[in-house]
């Protein structure tokens, strides 16, 4: 069974070098070369992490220049972000509830205090 | 090297099923016999990807009831969303030039169209 977009994409994600390739390129084009300064990688090395982006359609290489620059396809990461958007209200309403919990948490303190004061 | 957090996560959504499962848990608790329902799979099948999901802290199995029903954990979600959310101005921006595009082609159209009605 040959994997569908989506899995593909959380897949090309689901490893830290690879995520720090794609938050250099939010700067812009970048030299292979370039991308592999920051890792403590060799070139080949880094050149597997960006053949997993090229083939999940994270990253484009040009084949107009000689040094063939990386950069940024956002279309993937859109669709995951879509995804994901299904489940906002689950952390929204976690995060309402932890503010009202801290809201009666206060309250309490506030009435213990003004008890105490009495 | 243990797999860092957002990588767990993104790892846990590479899976068709397993999203599915996450899909099926929107609507509220649900026990692992009705989730195995739906998937042409047996039942130690959907217990392995509820293990991956739990394990990524996706999913939370309640100790309490006999049945131990299933319920999504959003937390991880959130952080998988905060992290996309760097990217949004990447594919919003190649949604702008689209939109560019179409209303230029669209005015070639409607000039040419007056061009010939002339």
Chains 1, 2 share one sequence.
Do not use: N
């Not at 490893?15 to 070139?43: H, Q």
């Not at 359609?57 to 396809?73: F, M, T, V």
């Not at 209200?89 to 009202?100: A, G, K, P, Q, Y």
């Amino acid at each position: 069974m040959s994997p569908d977009r989506l899995s593909t994409t959380f897949s090309a994600l689901a490893d830290p070098t690879r995520r720090a390739i794609l938050a250099r390129l939010i700067a812009g084009e970048v030299s292979v070369t370039e991308l592999a300064e920051p890792f403590a990688m060799s070139l080949p090395a880094v050149s597997k992490h960006l053949k997993v982006l090229e083939r999940a359609g994270l990253i484009k290489r040009s084949r107009e220049a000689q040094w063939r620059p990386c950069r940024l396809a956002a279309g993937p990461l859109k669709d995951a972000a879509d995804w994901l958007e299904h489940y906002r209200h689950f952390w929204e309403e976690s995060l309402d509830r932890l503010d009202e919990y801290l809201g009666e948490l206060q309250a309490q303190e506030q009435e213990e205090r003004h008890g105490r004061k009495d």
